[in-house]
């Protein structure tokens, strides 16, 4: 096993494996139980993911780019976040063709491709975890600098500069990754170059600080500052739309706040002045945004929290027992589970996200509709915006005399709808 990133072997080669070493294992009751629920899940529970979370994922980022969406700057994060996610899941689905006789990931140089745009995937989806996390945390607490720092194109930097760090650092699992043949299994397998075994036991320390330690701290730190203050706000709301109740010191502190500062137009003095209401909606939308983050950076942090543990686990232990690769094995369903459930968390966390969702349907049906089939008098809507074109014609030009001027809109007006309702008939199936 090269990471916690790569594909985990099944658990009857591990097994396999096991009893090359020491003899048979005498597995118990609930050894034997878990074995059996975690080959059926290796089976059904991975294509599925597979299918699901890349269709999932490729509706949030065309959601995040063709819709108003577009115009926020965590918009960006999230949809790198889909891509990198259906990379991974792109990489899960080829080793699971193995069972069906399909050797793809053991073959060069497909092993060290899947590696390593694996281990690319897991450092870009834990980063721009990060990335977002710190926008929303600068959004809460420091709401005036959030024109000046949260903006589309220093998201776009900084996603651009995320990606070739990541790129960069998975580099060595395309020198250590290789095809190897296991005289335990009797099988090839994508593993670990036995000459590289230093090289990667360095690497695999270096790897676990810069995609787990440091990253699951801040995510930790920043959620629990930015949650604070939500909550907060939230109470400070609710404490304000109570009937006749007078807010204490501490109330009108917080809601002093939560102003916005305004510059004067010389720029020498900075004066206080109320929220408008337009900038209320824009501070409740972005309280919307940031409920959706939280939800979306908690869940990532607690379904690659355990995969993460048990690696520095086996870092440290030096003898494995069964029980513990079967845990082991449990947590990287949780692990893989993360590439493939953001749509749903989007859904069900984020209010914007599911009316961005409904209105691009609604779009494209809409599109699908109006591409009908020209006929002489052409289509529907064409005839309609003629319509309105010769009414606007009509309330324009000078009226010469009353009379002409009815008849000359009557005849205009019946020449129109004679040919729409021509047009109707001919467009009947």
């Known amino acids: 096993m090269l990471n916690a990133s790569t594909v985990q072997p099944p658990l009857a080669d591990a097994r396999v494996a096991m009893e090359a070493d020491g003899g048979a294992l005498n597995l118990t009751e609930t050894e034997v139980v878990m074995e059996l629920i975690g080959n059926f899940l290796n089976f059904y529970y991975m294509p599925l993911l597979v299918v699901v979370g890349s269709i999932g994922n490729i509706l949030s980022v065309l959601v995040f780019f063709n819709t108003k969406l577009k115009k926020l700057s965590s918009s960006y994060y999230l949809a790198a976040l889909g891509i990198s996610d259906t990379c991974y899941l792109v990489g899960l689905f080829v080793t699971w063709l193995s069972f069906f006789q399909v050797h793809i990931y053991t073959r060069e140089p497909y092993c060290q491709l899947f590696t390593y745009t694996s281990g690319v995937s897991s450092f870009l989806s834990v980063w721009y975890v990060v990335a977002f996390t710190f926008e929303r945390f600068i959004v809460v607490r420091y709401p005036l600098k959030r024109q000046s720092w949260c903006t589309v194109r220093r998201a776009k930097t900084i996603i651009a500069c995320l990606t070739m760090v990541g790129s960069v650092h998975s580099v060595p699992y395309i020198f250590y990754a290789g095809t190897q043949y296991s005289e335990r299994s009797n099988v090839t397998i994508c593993d670990m170059r036995k000459e590289y075994t230093s090289q990667m036991e360095i690497f695999n320390y270096i790897d676990t600080v810069i995609v787990f330690v440091v990253p699951f701290t801040i995510i930790v730190v920043l959620n629990s500052v930015t949650s ?27 809601q002093l706040s939560f102003q916005y500062f305004s510059t004067h137009p010389n720029g020498r003095n900075g004066i206080l002045r109320r929220s408008s209401m337009r900038e209320n909606r824009m501070l409740h939308s972005q309280m919307k945004v940031t409920k959706m983050l939280l939800i979306v950076s908690s869940v990532f942090v607690c379904l690659n929290l355990p995969s993460y543990v048990m690696r520095v686990r086996a870092f440290v232990e030096t003898g494995h027992s069964y029980l513990t690769i079967l845990v082991q094995y449990y947590c990287y369903l949780f692990f893989i589970t993360n590439f493939g459930i953001n749509f749903i968390l989007y859904c069900i966390s984020g209010q914007n996200f599911r009316k961005a969702v409904i209105e691009m349907f609604r779009r494209h049906r809409k599109s699908r509709v109006n591409q009908e089939p020209n006929s002489g008098c052409g289509t529907q809507s064409e005839l309609l915006r003629a319509y309105g074109n010769l009414a606007l014609r009509r309330t324009s030009t000078p009226m010469l005399s009353t009379t002409t001027t009815t008849t000359t809109n009557r005849t205009a007006e019946t020449i129109l709808w004679k040919d729409y309702a021509d047009a109707r008939v001919m467009n009947l199936p």
């Open 228 to 254: 604070f203050t939500v909550w907060r706000f939230a109470g400070l709301r609710r404490n304000m739309t109570l009937p006749k109740r007078k807010p204490s010191n501490f109330e009108i502190r917080r």
